[in-house]
């Protein structure tokens, strides 16, 4: 699938939950690779913050981005809206140091995104692929997410609070095609009992009964309701009927549980990559949701390209004789057994290392390993298949190195090792020159990895 950004800009107008103040908020497309970054437009230098979890600087009552001093809060809403809808660059312009709480779901944003049009970008996506079960937990609070691998990205959800009105509640997304319907309307909702709190740490200055759901369970005096409905501008109401203060039902029975999972993906979000993988969250909140985010961003930088997913049950895109009919390579030089994955801007292919490799006898008798020569040779074959696969009568095509640089040996090729060789393109081809980037994984591990350039010449 391709990268996605907005057709045209737009922009939405609504109070701050916390500063209370009128905000207006511009999202604009933006190149591919940009990922979502937030402008604060209304200071002097106009500074800048990607969207990644590496720069959460605070979890309390919402996700707080921030670097340099300067920060943005209430992100997740409009960044879960984006993520589910597909949108992998926008920028966002914001007049304040938070984002508006609209109603307090995240189905204004939606609606906006699907008005102002979606299209696709020139380049594929880059997918994080869960490959084993990844966890992270809080002994103090409880919360536990797991992410599991999976074909698609889905989230169980499971809340669990001290209230009769939400003793335990859980929601769950299978496809983000139902995100709509089923998680953007759900809105943010507040405990009677946590209000004067928040209030007294400068917290929610614009939270009232059009942006939240309000949860009324602990009989409170007469005269302390009445304050605080006047602080927070809703009508006063009887200290005796407890339950939900909202005039506007419920959205759904389980409102406050999908509002969770709604905030989930907005944190997940901050990884910088759509995820095809499970979750699994267990009270969740923006602090756990923070941790996960953080441990995925480590594991994407230590991996710069996660390692392809080889089925070796899956019918290859390309057999061994189909690979013969593209190189002019033979026995013993013949370094690909097979293609399983090609786009417009990688490709990738197996070689099986076995004892019998004639390089083997001398390379060394005693301990077998695979000349790191011929590891570069494996990715270039690979390459030359990527260019030349386009190509009328290309048999009639050879490809031969002009440059190899940046090579690097991160582990030995030994005998029982499968390569999955990784080529990509690093820019269009010109005069039939080809600059690409190549890597060896054994398992999940980088094994080699070199950038070459090759040139494509008919064979006279």
Excluded: W
């Amino acid at each position: 699938m391709k990268q996605k950004t907005l057709k045209e800009s737009f922009t939405l107008k609504g109070k701050g939950l916390h500063t209370g103040l009128n905000i207006e908020i511009t999202f604009k497309p933006a190149p591919v690779d940009t990922g979502y970054k937030i402008k604060r437009i209304d200071l002097e230098k106009q500074p800048v913050i990607e969207a990644l979890a590496e720069n959460v600087v605070g979890t309390q009552r919402g996700t707080v981005l921030g670097i340099g001093g300067v920060t943005v809060s209430t992100v997740e809403h409009a960044f879960s809206a984006l993520y589910a809808l597909g949108i992998d660059n926008c920028l966002v312009d914001v007049n304040a140091s938070e984002f508006p709480i609209l109603d307090g779901s995240a189905i204004e944003y939606v609606k906006a995104i699907e008005k102002a049009g979606i299209v696709e970008q020139e380049k594929d996506k880059d997918y994080y692929i869960v490959r084993k079960k990844i966890e992270v937990s809080d002994p103090e609070t409880g919360s536990k997410l797991i992410l599991l691998p999976d074909d698609s990205f889905c989230i169980n959800s499971f809340i669990e609070f001290d209230s009769k009105y939400i003793p335990n509640q859980s929601a769950s997304l299978d496809s983000v095609e139902d995100y709509k319907t089923e998680i953007a309307p759900s809105r943010t909702f507040v405990f009677v009992r946590e209000i004067q709190q928040l209030r007294k740490a400068g917290l929610i200055k614009g939270g009232d009964l059009d942006n939240a759901i309000v949860i009324y369970e602990c009989e409170l005096p007469q005269k302390d309701l009445d304050e605080l409905a006047d602080e927070i501008h809703v009508p006063r109401l009887n200290a005796k009927e407890l339950g939900y203060l909202n005039l506007r039902d419920l959205a759904f029975p389980n409102e406050p549980a999908r509002h969770k999972l709604l905030d989930i993906i907005g944190d997940l979000s901050l990884i910088g990559k759509p995820i095809k993988g499970r979750v699994i969250a267990t009270k969740p909140g923006h602090k756990i949701n923070n941790k996960l985010t953080r441990l995925l961003r480590k594991d994407i930088k230590i991996n710069e390209v996660q390692p392809p997913f080889y089925d070796v049950s899956q019918e290859p895109l390309m057999d061994n004789n189909k690979v013969r009919s593209l190189l002019p390579h033979r026995y013993p030089f013949l370094l690909v057994d097979k293609i399983i994955e090609k786009t417009d801007r990688y490709i990738v292919g197996i070689k099986n290392i076995t004892t019998n490799e004639p390089f083997f006898v001398g390379h060394f008798p005693q301990e077998p390993v695979m000349p790191g020569v011929l590891q570069i040779e494996a990715m270039a074959q690979v390459g030359g298949i990527f260019v030349l696969a386009d190509l009328d009568e290309a048999e009639r095509y050879s490809t031969y190195f002009l440059k190899i640089n940046n090579v690097k040996f991160r582990q030995k090729v030994v005998p029982g090792d499968t390569m999955i060789i990784r080529v990509e393109l690093q820019s269009e081809m010109r005069r039939s020159i080809a600059t690409m980037r190549g890597l060896i994984f054994i398992g999940d591990k980088v094994a080699a990895e070199a950038d070459f350039m090759a040139q494509i010449i008919k064979n006279k």
